[in-house]
């Protein structure tokens, strides 16, 4: 399979042929056809206080969806979805759900196979994304209030729909060229095959009362402080800019890259484009460890291996994604930890790693180490969050935006969520629920009567006297 350049070493693009790349990056799961969604809904038992409703981050009623699919009405199914999910359909491809809503279906204790949730979530939302007629959801009268939301990511988004939805005027600012976050950037292009993300962004803005503003960047463009001054209230929904830094010395050498960079690069380019190496290393244990080392094997790489730090207890990337990733190529290695990245020429050609064994509630090493051959290592150890851009106002926990329950930070006016905000487990399902939440409680704090003004004591006194 593929070009003379499939076996040549180095990093190269155009390793298959055409065909190749269009089957490797085409949807990795075909949907449900009609006749299986019927059957498939059939199964569900539509339990009265579900435990799969508790169970999904944004609490959508499944058995009512489930039902409404039950009955071919896959509208009806999409509306009790996007009502409380606006980016059902996004969700439907890239959430664990075998680990949220699946996992807590009541069929697993007698048949060990729950109800295929998310294949039955993406069913009704493709139904209705390809034929939407006329909108679900339309905005309230104008309320005058203006809300300025920083980031076009899941939470972003979810508070901005949210906001206008409500009748307030919105003004979504976001750095890169095109709006979705983490769901245009940062997920493999196998799970949103045919540019769904976009798809469902424009839908979600069709509601109107959404001014989207591309290329601008907080910090650079503008700052906290000056939204404040022009908008009722902002919304944070900045994500992880920063890369977390592997904790040894590394030099430059060509072939070593953050993985985020690489899906990216992967994200917005044609596959055949994208270099990559015969040889790669992943260093990570989360989603980004996974769809970097899986689509590292589509574009032509002959190994891939994942090394990660602890058990596979431990990893961040779900077991169905481990296993998605071995039975297409990956090897995964645990308890190893990089010492050094070793290059010749200016390139990688390899990483050292050290043997760990758990030690108390921490590592050690064992003393044995081992080399693994590369001419590509990606980084995917994970992000952080970048404070300098939105200044010092906001108190921090754990190197995030310190937030309550209701996504409001220290600064007043101020909220934030997803993965930006203290608390969460970087899904995107949770930064959609961030935003929601966020979307009530400015648009309470907004409707709010105005606090009347307390007399100062002086001007008391001085009532009293002329008394």
Same mark, same amino acid.
């Given at each position: 399979m593929?070009?003379?350049?499939?076996?040549?070493?180095g990093?190269l693009?155009?390793?298959l042929?055409?065909?190749?790349?269009?089957?490797h990056f085409?949807?990795?799961? /075909?949907?449900?056809?009609?006749?299986q969604?019927?059957i498939?809904?059939?199964r569900?038992?539509?339990?009265?206080d579900?435990p799969?409703?508790?169970?999904?981050?944004?609490?959508?009623d499944?058995?009512s969806?489930?039902?409404?699919i039950a009955?071919d009405n896959?509208r009806?199914?999409?509306h009790?979805? !996007?009502e409380?999910?606006?980016?059902?359909?996004?969700?439907?491809?890239v959430?664990?759900t075998?680990?949220?809503?699946?996992?807590?279906c009541?069929?697993?204790?007698? *048949?060990d196979k729950p109800?295929e949730?998310?294949?039955?979530?993406r069913?009704a939302?493709?139904?209705?994304?390809?034929?939407?007629?006329?909108?679900?959801?339309?905005r309230?009268?104008?309320s005058?209030?203006?809300?300025?939301?920083?980031?076009?990511?899941?939470?972003?988004?979810?508070c901005a729909?949210?906001?206008?939805r409500?009748?307030?005027?919105v003004? !979504?600012?976001?750095?890169r060229?095109?709006?979705?976050g983490?769901?245009?950037?940062?997920?493999?292009?196998?799970?949103?095959?045919?540019?769904?993300?976009q798809?469902?962004?424009?839908?979600?803005?069709?509601?109107?009362g959404?001014?989207?503003?591309?290329g601008?960047?907080?910090?650079?463009?503008f700052?906290?402080? $000056?939204?404040?001054?022009?908008?009722d $209230?902002?919304f944070?929904g900045v994500g992880?800019a920063g890369?977390?830094?592997?904790?040894i010395?590394?030099a430059?050498?060509?072939?070593?890259r953050?993985?985020v960079?690489f899906?990216a690069?992967?994200r917005?380019?044609?596959?055949?484009r994208?270099?990559v190496?015969r040889r790669?290393v992943v =260093?990570g244990?989360g989603m980004?460890?996974?769809d970097?080392?899986?689509?590292?094997r589509?574009l032509?790489?002959?190994? #891939?291996?994942i090394?990660y730090?602890?058990?596979?207890? /431990?990893?961040?990337?779900?077991?169905a994604?481990r296993?998605?990733a071995q039975?297409?190529?990956?090897s =995964?290695?645990?308890?190893?930890?990089?010492?050094?990245i070793?290059g010749?020429?200016g390139?990688?050609?390899? #990483?050292r790693?050290?043997?760990t064994?758990? /030690?108390?509630?921490g590592?050690?090493?064992?003393? *044995?180490?081992?080399?693994l *051959?590369?001419d590509m290592?990606l980084?995917?150890?994970?992000?952080?969050?970048?404070? *300098?851009?939105?200044?010092?106002?906001?108190?921090?926990?754990?190197?995030?935006?310190?937030t309550?329950?209701?996504?409001r930070?220290?600064?007043?006016r101020v909220?934030a @969520? @997803?993965d930006c905000r203290?608390?969460?487990r970087?899904?995107?399902?949770?930064a959609?629920?961030?935003g929601?939440r966020a979307? #009530?409680?400015?648009?309470?704090?907004l409707?709010?009567p105005?606090?009347p003004a307390?007399?100062a004591? #002086?001007?008391? $006194?001085q009532?009293r006297?002329?008394?």
């Open positions: 593929g070009s003379p350049a499939t076996r040549a070493g990093i693009a155009g390793r042929d055409p065909a190749d790349y269009a089957r085409a949807d990795a799961r /075909a949907p449900l056809t009609r006749a969604a019927l498939e809904a059939e569900c038992y539509y339990c009265y579900a799969c409703i508790s169970a999904c981050p944004t609490a959508i499944i058995p969806f489930i039902q409404r009955q896959p009806g199914a999409a009790a979805i !996007l409380a999910n606006p980016l059902g359909g996004i969700c439907a491809r959430c664990p075998e680990v949220l809503c699946e996992q807590a009541v069929r697993n204790a007698s *048949e109800v949730i998310g294949a039955l979530q069913y939302t493709d139904a209705y994304f390809a034929q939407p007629g006329a909108p679900l959801f339309t309230a009268a104008a005058g209030k203006r809300v300025a939301v920083v980031g076009a990511g899941p939470a972003g988004l979810a729909h949210g906001l206008a409500r009748g307030h005027a003004v !979504l600012l976001d750095a060229a095109k709006p979705g983490l769901n245009e950037y940062g997920i493999a292009a196998y799970k949103t095959a045919g540019d769904f993300a798809r469902e962004v424009a839908w979600l803005l069709s509601i109107g959404i001014e989207l503003r591309q601008q960047a907080l910090g650079r463009d700052t906290l402080e $000056a939204l404040l001054g022009g908008f $209230a902002v944070l992880l890369v977390n830094a592997l904790g010395p590394v430059p050498l060509a072939g070593l953050d993985a960079d899906i690069e992967l917005q380019s044609d596959p055949a994208v270099a190496g790669v =260093i244990g980004t460890a996974i970097a080392a899986v689509q590292s589509l032509g790489a002959e190994e #891939v291996t090394v730090r602890r058990g596979p207890q /431990a990893m961040a990337a779900s077991t994604e296993e998605w039975t297409r190529g990956v =995964i290695r645990h308890w190893a930890t990089p010492k050094e070793l010749e020429a390139s990688v050609r390899g #990483v790693f050290a043997a064994a758990p /030690a108390g509630a590592l050690e090493e064992t003393g *044995e180490q081992f080399t *051959e590369a290592v980084c995917a150890i994970g992000q952080a969050y970048v404070a *300098e851009p939105a200044g010092t106002a906001l108190a921090l926990r754990a190197g995030r935006i310190a309550d329950d209701e996504g930070t220290s600064q007043a909220w @969520g @997803g203290h608390g969460g970087d899904l995107t399902v949770e959609v629920e961030h929601k979307a #009530v409680s400015i648009d309470r704090f409707r709010a105005p606090v307390v007399p004591p #002086v001007a008391v $006194a009532e006297a002329g008394g």
